[in-house]
């Protein structure tokens, strides 16, 4: 089943769901196995004591006669026509081969099925980088009592021993974090050695940690995810990462379950 949709309504979409991207698929079996039902609450009465007959036939419908199906609006079955309302196609998740839950997961309602791809890729791991980056300068400036008007320069320096990933976030998330502080992010050896430090932070993080958690929150269901948070007045522990110490944390300040939830802390943060 494809979905069109309208720019502004793919956008708001996006927003919402906080995903990178969404993708229609136009290969109804490419992720999913299809099966027929009956619709008894319909079919019961109109059919009577054929629908034992019509309902077993229905449910052994193939794959390829349920396309056929929905592309006409209509089956024969049992010498008795059947329109789209008379029977309910049910789409249901097909795994792809060689792929783990871990990779790939979907929910759906039956009639549309929605794939979630939690591959943690680079430029995934960059972005999320980028908004750490860009959370704790927001919290400094908050630390400083820095106005949104006031304008300042701001400097960073890694302190990993490998420097190539801070120099791949700086390249590529650059016009993100200018965006996001109001000011272009400077590399530390730019400042003049007559600037005023109003405040500074040193943070060392842990790749491994940070990937291990985001692909955990991004394979939980939105709704179960929003329960956990709402039960623990706003807090959660993870503690089921292989390798990976029990963390807590807070929503509102580590997870935010909307972009809009998001936006508004750095408004108020800012």
Known sequence: ???????????????????????????????????????????GKRLGKSMGVVAKEVKAMSQEKIL???????????????????IKVVRD??????????EIDAAGDGDVLVILDLHADNSLFEAGVAREIVNRIQKLRKKAALEPTDIVEVYFK????????SERVLNSQDSYIADAIGSQLLRSAMMPSQAVIVCEESFHGNVKFAQGLQTYLL??????????FQLGNGKITVNCIENLPPINLVLGEHVFLTVG?????????G
Not at 93 to 102: C, E, L, S, V, Y
Not at 219 to 228: A, F, V
């Open 1 to 43: 089943m494809a979905v069109i949709l309208p720019w502004h309504s793919l956008q708001y979409v996006l927003e919402e769901l906080n995903v990178r991207s969404l993708v229609p698929c136009n290969d109804t079996l490419k992720y999913a196995s299809l099966r027929a039902e009956p619709d008894f609450s319909v079919l």
């Open 93 to 102: 998740f097909k795994r792809p081969d060689g792929m783990t839950d871990k």
């Open 68 to 86: 056929a199906f929905e592309k006409a609006g209509e089956v024969t079955i049992a010498a008795h026509c059947l329109k789209l309302t008379d």
């Open 219 to 228: 394979s939980r269901d939105y709704s179960i995810l929003k329960s956990e």
């Open 158 to 165: 890694s302190l990993d021993e490998d420097k190539s990933l």
């Open 261 to 269: 939830d998001y936006l508004s802390w750095t408004k108020k943060s």
